[in-house]
């Protein structure tokens, strides 16, 4: 069995931030709305590394299909998508860093890493907030923290989240008491694109919910604290399983790693179960020769907007469908 | 495209006979029964060649394991197990010619033969005929032929039948058009094991019905034509699956085989399913690694009894499929 840590596919670490004295983006009008894109380039775009580091894009600019390979990259969220008139994301070009403006808040500042490493992460969110806190005042109140559209985000303002592979949990059918357990510690697990999401290819998301009356320090260590005591009951979870049911669990990751070699059509859904059973036998030490990595780059590749942007918009559903069995063959 | 002949798995020819002034098998003690089983045994083991190249097998000898086995090679029938108390088989040691004693009648002579090959088998079984005809005197009336227990079969005794391939005909939901049209002509089609069984694995058996008023040669050549002209049919059928649905039958072929490839569990059931499909793959020439008497023998050694003869009946049917999906991997 592969380390706990092997479970978790991404971290993720955001702080939200609002300019004093202006009014939220919904209450903005378009040109006041986009200004505020350019306040922010003006804040963040201070030294040459930056500018050949970042990209802007202004979401009134781009393509659906460009849209959509951002949602599903997690480099933008649902609520940029709505604001699309008026919002914008500055984008690290290794896709790491993102800065959502006019989201629900003037700034949401994201920093993904793959594998476990909110720390990390955090350290360089940081960074970046400081960056922009020397050329812009962000709306802070001594007690409430930092001020936010959403009154659930007040206090630090920050949301970690850790991407976790849970085909033990979910196999045994016990999803819902981590969601009690994790409800009843101020944290959540939601699906694989964020709220009302499914979780598809066993894949969750677990990030604090309680911002309020917490240091940021604090939030972090009981993240990590209860994301890697569910990793070990996962692991638990997984041994259970192997132990009583082993051909069924060889069957089932062998037959999705045989489809995955084999098929000529492929629904992202689907890929996505066969995707997660194959990674669960990487992680039960059943298959040696294939890397993690390899799956979690396919796990967003064969998504529907990348396989859209990769073949071009005009591909009908089936077509796309037969696309995706083609590179996911060529990648094993 | 392979040639349509590839599409007939078996051909088998019998004949019924009985001994003149004898009740038929449900009418005799088990005393005079089984003294039927010696007379036609003395009457075919009259040389030495015959003598080496045969066994005589007493059905009430034998465990049930071996009389599954041979139901599923189709060397016993049904009826000649219901009256294991009474009957026997002479085995061939290449097993493609059996005489089964006291089924419905004394006598029911079947020769068989791997794919196409109606008028060999005939000539065969003409010739072994022959030779039990020389000590035996068969009950015989010049209107209605050989007399048998089942009016049915009266006439020429014989039922000559073909076991074929049919995906095309199945995908394409044609299957009860053929058994009409083949109701019209005298000739039946039915599942892989006779009458009632179903059609697993898209295989059929086609057969005369009528016996009476037709020579054996007219049989044979009715027979053969219909059966080729279904099989220009099937082919028709199979191009154009491939040509309206051409990545849905690739997936299923590669999938078929990526799951037999890869499976830990499974049944005889899917085993025939995706057999079937990779057969399939053979036939339009997708699959050119793979030859169909692999396929074919799979096909028989993968049924129930056939795992249990090779691992013992001690297994529980989930340690059978854990086996047959060993077997089945080991051949691929």
């Not at 004093?20 to 378009?30: I, S």
């Not at 930056?50 to 949602?71: A, C, E, N, P, Q």
């Not at 914008?88 to 959502?100: G, P, T």
């Not at 082993?246 to 045989?258: A, F, N, P």
Request: proline share 2%; hydrophobic share 40%.
């Amino acid at each position: 069995m592969l380390e706990k840590e092997s479970l978790v596919l991404m971290s993720r670490v955001r702080f939200a931030r609002n300019l004093e004295a202006v009014p939220f983006p919904h209450m903005l009008d378009r040109e006041r709305a986009r200004d505020i894109v350019s306040k922010v380039e003006d804040a963040f775009y201070v030294s040459s590394a930056i500018k050949s580091d970042y990209t802007t894009h202004r979401m009134w600019d781009l393509g659906r299909t460009d849209i959509l390979v951002g949602f599903e990259k997690h480099l933008v969220s649902a609520k940029l998508i709505n604001n699309s008139d008026i919002s914008a994301y500055i984008l690290e070009n290794r896709e790491m860093v993102s800065l959502m403006v006019n989201e629900e808040d003037h700034i949401r500042l994201q920093c993904m890493q793959n594998g476990f490493g909110l720390r990390d992460i955090f350290k360089k969110a940081d960074m970046l907030d400081d960056l922009l806190s020397e050329r812009l005042t962000f709306a802070f109140d001594k007690n409430l923290g930092y001020i936010t559209a959403c009154p659930t985000n007040l206090g630090t303002a920050m949301r970690a989240s850790v991407m976790v592979h849970l085909p033990g949990f979910t196999l045994a059918d016990k999803v819902s008491h981590v969601a009690q357990a994790l409800a009843q510690m101020g944290m959540t697990i939601r699906g694989i694109y964020g709220e009302g999401s499914q979780a598809e290819g066993n894949i969750y998301q677990i990030s604090n919910e309680v911002t309020l009356g917490l240091s940021e320090e604090d939030i972090l260590t009981n993240l990590e604290s209860t994301i890697l005591s569910i990793l070990d009951e996962e692991q638990v979870n997984q041994m259970k399983l192997l132990g009583q049911y082993t051909s069924e669990i060889e069957d089932k990751v062998y037959r999705s790693l045989g489809i995955l070699m084999n098929a000529r059509v492929m629904a992202s859904k689907e890929a996505l179960y066969h995707l997660s059973m194959v990674r669960l036998g990487i992680e039960l030490e059943l298959l040696k020769d294939i890397e993690l990595n390899i799956i979690d780059n396919l796990i967003i590749s064969t998504q529907p907007g990348m396989m859209q942007k990769a073949y071009g918009i005009a591909l009908t559903e089936k077509e796309r469908d037969v696309n995706r069995a083609k590179i996911i063959r060529s990648i094993f």
